[in-house]
């Protein structure tokens, strides 16, 4: 997190100095996006984003699952 922090702060100081300040803007971030501290950053969040959404999905499906939906589930399969 702190690199990226770095970055947007390297960023806006770049702006100022020009193409040179842009180069060197570029090689840092290809050099921190190649870094396996970002990858392991990366694989971190996807891993919480995959939880978070696995945690949503099995509370939508409870909220589903009501009498009625059930019934109403039966009554449909019996019909075809």
């Known amino acids: 997190m702190s690199a990226i922090i770095g970055l947007i702060i390297g960023y806006l100081l770049g702006t100022r100095a020009g193409d040179k300040g842009h180069e060197e803007l570029t090689e840092s971030w290809r050099t921190i996006t190649t870094s396996q501290g970002f990858r392991d950053m990366l694989g971190g969040l996807f891993a919480l984003m995959a939880e978070f959404l696995?945690?949503?999905?099995?509370?939508?499906?409870?909220?589903?699952?009501t009498p009625e939906i059930e019934a109403r589930s039966r009554e449909l399969e019996q019909a075809a």
């Open 54 to 65: 696995n945690r949503g999905r099995g509370a939508l499906a409870q909220k589903l699952q």
